[in-house]
């Protein structure tokens, strides 16, 4: 059975330890309540709604800790990457609403468990690269990658709570989508480890077509192994998704992301989709509806919607009778 037509598996991550503002652990509950579920069956998904991810209560944390939250984020990342790898054994593709982004070290531990050739396309505004000791703020929604990454195991500190995370991916194995806000260890990690990245500006120099194209071939030129997407909803513009926790301006328009999406779904080799940072306690009331609606239509379009009249599967043309 091809990749786009196994059952596809949503699971939801609701968490929001991995920086300091509530609001992110009831982005699953919106985006189901959106319809994100109906969307995708809408364009033919065979959709298996696995609920949220069970969380264990957050351990206390001692007062020395390298980095803020470390043992809560890695005992709850640990149990989504147990998830993560199940389903994808069982044959489903998946999709993982969150929750913060330190959901990806869980999201793409368990993903490499299961499928270890597995290509990273990190589409977000920041890095996500920072290690605890590079960290200036000490939240770990900034730092994912890092402990997935093999290059970057001698900048690692032993961090409670992340023992179990060893790192998965080689450097080469990573493609960035949409950076505008890095800090100065992470461009100097992504510059001497030679990771791929399209910033806002090669976005707006070359177009999101010739983008999308050379980010797929960097990480992928037989255009064989499994796709896994980490789509941080402030890689959009603030016009597009302005309820997040750290929006930057000058993103991604609404048109490009779904660009971005179709192509991906082309390929057929989407395996595993993240969607992060979708936080209904920010912004307006409009400033809400507006990031929960196009998180939900971006989120369709990387699996199968491209316009306006998609024809279901099973659609039959009515015939007048006779």
């Known amino acids: 059975m091809a990749m786009s037509e196994r059952p596809l598996g949503v699971l939801g991550f ?12 009831q982005g699953p509950r919106v985006l189901r ?32 800790n390298i980095a803020k939250n470390c043992r809560a984020v890695g005992t709850a990342n640990k149990k989504l990457s147990e998830e993560v790898s199940r389903y994808l054994k069982k044959g489903e593709r998946l999709l993982v609403l969150g929750g913060d982004h330190s959901l990806g070290i ?12 597995v290509v990273i396309v990190w589409v977000d505004a920041h890095a996500d690269l920072n290690t605890p000791m590079s960290s200036s703020s000490g939240n770990m929604h900034g730092m994912p990658l890092s402990f997935l990454i093999r290059e970057l195991v001698e900048f690692m500190p032993q961090t409670p709570g992340l023992d179990w995370c060893k790192p998965c991916l080689s450097a080469k194995d990573v493609v960035y989508i949409g950076l505008r806000d890095v800090d100065p260890a992470e461009r100097l990690f992504i510059e001497k480890l030679g990771i791929t990245s399209f910033s806002m500006q090669e976005v707006d ?11 797929l071939k960097a990480v992928d030129p037989s255009g064989k192994r499994p796709i896994h997407v980490s789509f941080d909803v402030d890689v959009m513009d603030p016009a597009h998704a302005s309820a997040t926790g ?11 992301s779904f660009y ?4 991906i779904a082309a390929t057929g080799r989407l395996a595993v989709l993240d969607i992060a940072e979708v936080n209904p306690l920010l912004s307006n009331a409009d400033g809400q509806k507006t990031t ?12 199968g919607s491209k316009r306006q009249g998609d024809v279901p599967r099973d659609y039959v043309i009515p015939r007048p009778q006779a």
């Open 14 to 25: 609701s968490f929001n330890k991995g920086q300091p503002r509530g609001g992110t652990e």
């Open 33 to 64: 309540n959106a319809g994100i579920l109906d969307a995708l069956e809408r364009v033919g998904n065979a959709v298996v709604d696995h609920s949220n991810v069970e969380l264990p209560n957050p351990p206390d944390e001692g007062r020395d």
């Open 106 to 117: 869980g999201s793409i531990h368990g993903h490499a468990q299961a499928q270890p050739d």
């Open 205 to 215: 120099k070359f177009g999101i077509r010739e983008v999308v194209e050379k980010a």
């Open 246 to 256: 750290t929006p930057v301006p000058g993103g991604l328009s609404l048109r490009e």
């Open 260 to 263: 971005l999406a179709e192509e």
């Open 292 to 303: 929960v609606a196009n998180a939900v239509d971006v989120t369709a379009k990387f699996y």
